[in-house]
């Protein structure tokens, strides 16, 4: 009976322990959340390391999501590293705003074509130049291609 509660003593220590760790390291990041340890049925703790946001596991997430999970990695394992290195963004279409972080961010831009443009950009763009042909010419001009932009 003394040997079973110090076993169940050494089991809760290590459930315990395991917490804290990943506490630790939850709190240095600010969207994803790490799961470390799994608790098994028998009592035990398993190793493990699986990228989540907002429970959702990181498989599951959409691409802006993963977007940002991988800025929010990136950012916080170079600062425990002591490095601020350039981080290019790509296939991010989908990403409404990045995750602001310490590097240098490029990010690839696709422009949106003329027609989806929107109507008040397109006025806008009609009333500069005197005419759609005019405002079309020198909006596509520039945009027909994927261009990078410097975002800090």
């Not at 959340?33 to 959702?56: H, I, M, P, S, T």
């Not at 950009?121 to 005419?131: R, V």
Request: net charge negative.
């Amino acid at each position: 009976a003394n040997l079973d509660n110090l076993l169940h003593l050494v089991d809760r220590f290590v459930q315990l322990k395991a917490a804290d760790v990943e506490s630790e390291v939850n709190g240095s990041f600010h969207m994803v959340r790490w799961k470390l340890f799994e608790l098994q049925v028998n009592g035990g703790v398993k190793a493990c390391c699986e990228a989540q946001v907002d429970g959702k596991d990181y498989g599951s997430l959409s691409n802006a999501e993963r977007v940002n999970a991988g800025l929010d990695i990136v950012d916080t394992l170079g600062q425990k590293m002591g490095l601020v290195l350039p981080v290019w963004v790509d296939n991010s279409e989908s990403v409404q705003k990045l995750l602001p972080i310490q590097a240098q961010v490029f990010q690839n831009i696709v422009p949106p074509t003329w027609d989806k443009l929107g109507n008040i950009a397109q006025t806008a763009l009609i009333e500069k130049y005197g005419s759609e042909d005019a405002a079309r010419m020198k909006y596509e001009e520039p945009n027909k291609h994927m261009r990078t932009e410097v975002l800090k």
